[in-house]
């Protein structure tokens, strides 16, 4: 009981920052302080503009020209060969001015534009499986940093204890010594397993720092910013294997992005084959060239064109073709992609039942190993015991307190990495 009240006062004892930070918390702060986040993002943005663009190309098209010309001559019609009186006469000014405006607006393009615009939107749907898989990546290595500065927490408070608990054994065998009811050699292996103990706490707090930084830098933070995570529980583990691993599968961004990124691809091969059919547009404007030789310098004009490429070679074809392996490719990326997933579920599931049943376990010895430090302490002080026994007693407690600590943080670190299987964290 007196250990367990030790390690309570010790873990006071740890410098905290001024507030609390919870691990939803410490998301919010890495999604906006992400640098890889903000790049998935503007990604997706890419995509977004891509798919407008695409859109854009229903829609009719203005343009307009002008310009100023000026020759040293000016263009002449000879028609001397006639046998009319004025053998050449001027075709142009010298200087001369024109401009015009002209519209166009696709008809028919034989899907090349409707393809398209599908293979645009399945691009757009692409990146943002992928900016939430960079999310979820985001928030798992998060979480890991989170529980690595409660894990170390922990071991730096275990560590502290033991440094307690030895120098109040420390105490107790110099009495014994002043007594003669214990060797010398007794006290010295007791002051030299106390500074042993120094050594380790001092390593701990070392690690409770590193931890620290590390956790702050995934948040963007100052590295040495004083962190204080709030303890995260555990989730549950009634969960049907088969269950979880459908939910991944059907679930998982990234499997979702791998699929979207194949029918992008077709869509385009289907817009490159339609640039064999027939093209119409209709076009139409107003162009003025500055000519007093002309009768009419200003002339509205309407079209309807038709244009189809007859043959080419087999370029379309080729072209088509190589995009749509591509797109095979990409599908058999997503089903390698599918069997690592199960992988990861059973992997993730197996580890969650583990470390739960480990932290069941270490849970009962850690009571045991108190009280079994007890009755070596009174019975080293009752000279019925050796100094070994009450070290090796110290060195249980401390083992199987490290050891509950590491099966609790264990299980929560796997119910996280179930969560990010399944696509869900």
Known sequence: MLTGVVIIVVGFLIPISGYAETLDDAWEVALIADHSLRAAHWKTESAEQNYAAARSQRMPSLTVDGGYNAKNNPSVVNISELGLPVGQFPADEKQSLSYGANISLPLYTSGKISHGIDAANHGVEAEQFHEATAIQDLKMNVAAAYIAVLRMRRAYTTAESHVVSLEAHARDTENLFKQGLTDKNALLSARVALADAKQKALQAKNDVDIAGATYNRQLGRELSLAVDPEEIEPVGTDFALPDLTRRALMQRPAVLALSRQAEALREQAAAERAGKGPQAKLSGGYNYD??????NEGVWSVNL?????????GAINHRSTAIARQADALMETRDDLQSRIELEVREAWLELHESKERTE????????ADENLKVARNLFKAGMATHTQVLDAERLRTTTYSNHDNATYDHVLAGLRLRRTLGEL
């Open 361 to 368: 376990v270490t849970r009962q010895a850690v009571a045991q």
């Open 290 to 295: 500055e000519n007093r030789y002309q009768v």
């Open 305 to 313: 064109g038709i244009e189809w490429e007859l043959f080419d070679g």
